[in-house]
């Protein structure tokens, strides 16, 4: 009987690759650039073996898909390969997941169980089919170039199509959404006719991935200046950027981001030193045309690929000048994300790029610059609170001198800050989870809430206390909106969001403390209304482009 059962085990690991178990221990054997499935699967769900050979299938059928687009663009059969087993076939490592369906599709992260199998930093890119109840696609992991040169993720439910495949594969590889066409794998359309664009396939042509020629190991990354101004009269029907870019080994290609999407790219042939103009109108996001004249502020990014495909980044704001504009304040070198008026309306605090300047409102005037990338006043408006990557300082507003440094968030911690209503507290929350309460007067910590199995949202509303100081909120990308006791520390609430975009970016009590708003962030502009009594969803705003 053992006999029997070890030859049926034996025949499983050949088929299927049932359990990562039962593979080398070292599982990050074998070469660099290439691409690994894993199908994770909940402790509660049955194992589908249709869905590990469907994967194989895909995996076949991707490659050939980009070879021919490659070739199609002029640049050869160059494609990515994929891990196969002794005999050459696709292979598939199944990951068995520590915790039941439910715990992962309300926020639990089943990319750390992964993390703790697979080397995800490293030089290979991972396919992961997510077998759960909804359908729900997550987050993968290395999604946007310009993080990171090699390596990346990708995640997929157990019921996908080919597609979809090819789109979340495409952002592993580093591109971003083109929703300038509805047959490209990037954009979000109904084509039933896939293809790559020209500048997809272009940025694939220095790809570690798809061409050999290319190292793994990061170099000098492009330099890029935006030249031309940031702002546009009021009626504008098109704003020419102007950026200037260099890199010693040369600047392979140049892309535009704007809302939604890719704007325009162009390539540049390995020139060292150049300007590059971009003619903006709007861009065709998956929610529909956005002109230059249906908003006043248009964020947008830029990136620069030099021909080892090494990525430079910077982000920016177009903002329009409307006749009611009085003054311009310039001085940040990427997007504005956290700003604050001192209570008397005479001061304005903002953050961008690691940077907080503070500003005289009446006669425009830079009083000071500190590190930092979100801000608060206090509510007597005396002292400024600023939060860094680690940290979270205190300044005197009419000395500019630091008062207090509190410390103890783990990494992108005390980017999220708000002031209790007497000024005696201050919150605090980043990307470590964690939010922290800190005596203003003493300067010490009072409690850490271990408040989300994902980050606090890096934007100052993220947490915010009730009007009477005795309640706080926070939000997250976990998905959760929770409500603290503040004398005691203890989890009144924890509500979920639902959707596929569930992040948490911003939450805001009413002014009588019976009403919680909360927004979602990842291009989901949904409002949500909660009676604070009840925990229940009383209104829903839905923010639509026109």
């Not at 789109?167 to 990037?186: K, Q, S, T, V």
């Not at 664009?197 to 990354?221: R, W």
Request: charged share 20%.
């Amino acid at each position: 009987m053992r006999r029997i059962c070890s030859i049926l085990t034996a025949l499983m690991i050949f088929i299927f690759g049932v359990r990562s178990t039962v593979y080398s221990a070292n599982l990050n054997a074998g070469e660099p650039r290439t691409v690994r499935m894993i199908y994770f699967l909940p402790n509660d769900r049955p194992f589908q073996a249709n869905v590990v050979q469907k994967m194989k299938n895909t995996m076949r059928n991707l490659q050939t898909f980009f070879a021919e687009q490659m070739q199609a663009h002029g640049y050869g059969k160059r494609n990515f390969r994929f891990e196969t087993n002794a005999k050459g076939n696709p292979k598939v490592h199944s990951v068995e997941g520590q915790y039941a369906d439910s715990y992962y599709i309300t926020g639990g992260s089943y990319w750390q169980e992964i993390d703790e199998k697979f080397d995800t930093d490293g030089s290979n890119v991972y396919f992961v089919v997510w077998d759960n109840s909804t359908g729900y696609i997550a987050e993968g992991i290395g999604g946007t170039a310009h993080s990171r040169k090699n390596g990346g993720g990708a995640s997929l439910p157990s019921v996908y199509s080919f597609r979809t495949a090819a789109h979340e594969l495409g952002h592993a590889f580093g591109l971003g959404h083109d929703f300038r066409d509805d047959a490209y794998i990037l954009s979000y359309g109904g084509s039933q006719r896939v293809r790559l664009s020209a500048c997809a396939a272009d940025f694939l042509a220095v790809s570690p991935y798809f061409n050999p020629d290319i190292p793994l190991e990061k170099g000098a990354q492009p330099t890029i200046e935006l030249i031309s101004p940031q702002t546009y009269p009021a009626g504008s029907e098109n704003v020419t950027i102007r950026l200037k870019v260099n890199d010693a080994d040369g600047i392979h290609q140049v892309r535009l981001y704007g809302l939604g999407g890719l704007n325009a790219c162009h390539g540049l042939k390995g020139k060292k030193e150049t300007i590059v103009e971009f003619e903006y109108k709007g861009i065709d996001t998956y929610k529909g045309y956005m002109s230059l004249s249906s908003s006043n502020s248009h964020s947008m990014s830029v990136e620069a690929i030099d021909t080892n495909g090494d990525i430079g980044y910077i982000e920016f704001t177009l903002a329009e000048i409307s006749q009611h504009h009085s003054h311009t304040f310039e001085g940040h070198t990427s997007i504005v994300g956290s700003l604050a008026f001192s209570p008397d309306s005479k001061k304005i605090a903002s953050s961008g790029g690691g940077t907080v300047s503070l500003w005289d409102v009446r006669t425009h005037r830079n009083i000071a610059t500190f590190n930092g990338d979100s801000v608060a006043f206090s509510p007597n408006g005396r002292v400024l609170a600023t939060g860094t990557y680690r940290t979270v300082q205190l300044w005197d507003v009419r000395t500019q001198r630091s008062i207090a440094t509190f410390e103890g968030h783990a990494s992108g911690g005390g980017r999220s800050l708000a002031f209790s209503p007497d000024g005696k507290m201050l919150a605090s929350g980043g990307y470590d989870g964690m939010i922290r309460l800190w005596n203003v007067t003493t300067m010490r910590n009072i409690f850490t809430f271990e408040a989300h199995m994902d980050g606090v949202n890096p934007f100052v509303d993220s947490v915010a206390f009730s009007p009477d100081g005795k309640m706080l909120a926070s939000g997250s990308t976990d998905g959760i909106i929770k409500l603290w006791d503040v004398a005691t520390g203890i989890n009144i609430a924890a509500i979920p969001e639902e959707g596929l975009t569930p992040y948490i970016n911003s939450v805001a009590f009413s002014p009588d403390g019976t009403i919680l708003a909360s927004g979602k962030g990842n291009g989901d502009g949904n409002v949500k209304l909660w009676d604070v009594a009840t925990k229940r969803n009383t209104a829903f705003f839905h923010y639509i482009l026109t």
